[in-house]
């Protein structure tokens, strides 16, 4: 195993060149502070971690859960419906520009409590929400919060754990995103079309109310500045040996999130609408989608710590298949249960992506780096626009099917990136 430092050494050494090698040089304080903390201690600030995760996750998904209410309590169009997302993802691709740099400079802690309370808010805002430009200002106000959300938290649990067992970690924040979605599904296929302001209630008033035990939970890092170099974090991955790395990750996962949203974004309505489902069968099926995320999940997180972080590709090309055979077989509950529970699995392979990305960049830049994972937004911005104007012209399926290409791409990319699970790290024993 190594530790945070050489694990920064690593990544830049991977790109092959001596410009990498002289970034990850310069000294960094408090990269390895955290880990001298007894391990109960760092377990707590994860278990916060989680909390924070759920919410999060709840407030996110609204968006493509709500969808067929939002359009049905607002008389939207197909796509106008689709563009409450591509609002949110605009908010977020903004949020982890600049709350991902934030939290490198003004403390990884102070700014998971303003995007908890920021995030719970915005989604009680919702509940105001009558009218079509309503709707894209308070799910553009709301992304910028989310999107902060991920590089905080990846950047809080990266500092916390050394590399070989950051895969199962990201294991459990992953499980916990999906729980939150299969209790949004299940709440959903409750309520119905009725009281569904509740569902807003219910995932944003929590995180306002425990945001500032952030304080209590979680120990604050040192602050990790450069003694020298560019002002801004961000411009750093930027450099003429990071470049061609940092521009193809943003591209892996826009292509992510693109796919993500041309399939499930409209799993609902498709579900609904074209298979004809009651609303209480779609709760199922998307138990059973997340659920086989959830397994996913802790199946990916150990074999990347096992056989690196470039392994998980396998599951994209797996995901493209799956997607296919849901949207072309015969209308049957069982056989929708079992390819949603493989299509959550093999999707949950990126669970990586967020160690991964920091482990690829020096320590001092670790929330800035993971913040890469929400830069793909600006693609995925797109999705719901296209896929909804394929929709309307030639069907539902075609617009969701346009997503296993997508997958493939993207994984394909994934394979071409470099490794910072080496061998020898591997092998090296360490405590957690």
């Not at 920091?358 to 937004?377: D, M, Q, V």
Request: with cysteine; aromatic share 12%.
């Amino acid at each position: 195993m190594i530790d945070s430092r050489t694990a920064g050494v690593a990544a830049s050494a991977a790109v092959q060149t001596e410009d990498a090698a002289v970034v990850s040089a310069v000294p960094v304080r408090g990269e390895t502070s955290l880990l001298r903390l007894p391990q109960w201690r760092r377990l707590i600030a994860f278990g916060f971690l989680l909390l924070a995760e759920f919410f999060y996750s709840w407030a996110w998904n609204t968006v493509d859960v709500l969808r067929p209410l939002l359009r049905s309590s607002l008389g939207l169009t197909l796509t106008q419906a689709g563009s409450a997302y591509s609002a949110q993802s605009a908010g977020a691709l903004i949020g982890a520009l600049s709350i991902g740099q934030l939290a490198d400079r003004l403390g990884k802690r102070n700014m998971l409590v303003v995007v908890m309370a920021g995030y719970g808010l915005m989604l009680l805002a919702g509940t105001l929400v009558s009218t079509y430009t309503g709707l894209l200002l308070q799910r553009f106000v709301l992304g910028l919060f989310l999107g902060g959300s991920f590089p905080v938290v990846v950047g809080t649990y990266v500092d916390l754990f050394r590399p070989a067992v950051r895969g199962k970690l990201a294991s459990a924040i992953n499980a916990t995103f999906s729980l939150a979605v299969i209790t949004l599904g299940f709440a959903f296929g409750h309520l119905g079309k009725h009281g569904w302001h509740t569902l807003l209630w219910a995932g944003g008033l929590p995180p306002v109310l425990l945001a500032g035990l952030a304080y209590l939970a979680v120990p604050q890092s040192e602050r990790a500045v450069r003694s020298a170099g560019t002002k801004l974090p961000i411009a750093e991955l930027f450099t003429p040996a990071l470049r061609r790395q940092t521009f193809l990750l943003a591209i892996m996962t826009g292509l992510n999130f693109f796919a993500y949203q041309a399939f499930s974004g409209w799993v609902t309505t498709y579900l609904l609408t074209v298979r004809h489902l009651t609303a209480a069968g779609v709760a199922h099926l998307l138990a059973a989608q997340f659920t086989g995320n959830i397994l996913g999940g802790f199946f990916w997180g150990t074999v990347s710590d096992r056989f690196g972080r470039r392994s998980g590709a396998v599951g994209f090309f797996i995901t493209a298949v799956a997607i296919i055979a849901y949207l072309t077989i015969p209308t049957n509950q069982g056989l929708l249960s079992m390819l949603g529970g493989l299509y959550g699995f093999t999707l949950s392979a990126s669970v990586i992506w967020g160690p991964w990305l920091a482990e690829l960049y020096p320590p001092h830049l670790k929330s800035t780096a993971s913040s890469i994972f929400n830069w793909g937004r600006l693609v995925s911005f797109f999705s719901p626009l296209i896929t909804g104007m394929l929709a309307e012209h030639f069907g539902l399926q075609v617009g969701m099917l346009v997503s296993s290409i997508v997958f493939v791409v993207a994984a394909c990319i994934w394979l071409s990136l470099p490794e910072t699970l080496t061998d020898r790290s591997a092998k090296i024993e360490v405590n957690p």
